[in-house]
Nanobody
Framework: VQLQASGGGSVQAGDSLRLSCVAS????????VAWFRQAPGKEREFVAA???????YYADSVKGRFTISRDKVKKTAYLQMNSLKPEDTAVYYC???????????????????WGQGTQVTVSS
């Protein structure tokens, strides 16, 4: 499985961005797809995940502002980011794994496949 993330950019606080993650050979019929992010000098952290069932999960810091979704036909997952804040500045990574279980959705170690990352910069 190869993942290709895109859609990052430099925006002002309050703006929106939509990230895309195209997954080759992943049908979204098992496991989950997730977004993680890593800010300078910080550890990579969970942002959002969507299970094969369509159930979604979010970090508290983005709940109500970010929406994860997927298009099975296009084999693409999205992260719609609204009301962006400077603290959202980070490199965003998509991850996928057909074997992710409920308890592991928020853990980096649950995902074997990672995209290359896309930079999001939010200025105040």
């Amino acid at each position: 499985v190869q993942l290709q993330a895109s859609g990052g950019g430099s925006v002002q606080a309050g703006d929106s961005l939509r990230l895309s993650c195209v997954a080759s050979e992943y049908t979204f019929s098992r496991g989950a797809v997730a977004w993680f992010r890593q800010a300078p000098g910080k550890e990579r952290e969970f942002v959002a995940a969507i299970k094969w069932s369509g159930h979604t999960y979010y970090a508290d810091s983005v709940k109500g502002r970010f929406t994860i979704s997927r298009d099975k036909v296009k084999k693409t997952a999205y992260l719609q980011m609204n009301s962006l804040k400077p603290e959202d500045t980070a490199v965003y990574y998509c991850a996928a794994d057909a074997g992710v279980i409920q308890s592991g959705l928020r853990l980096m170690s649950s995902y074997d496949h990672w995209g290359q990352g896309t930079q999001v910069t939010v200025s105040s």
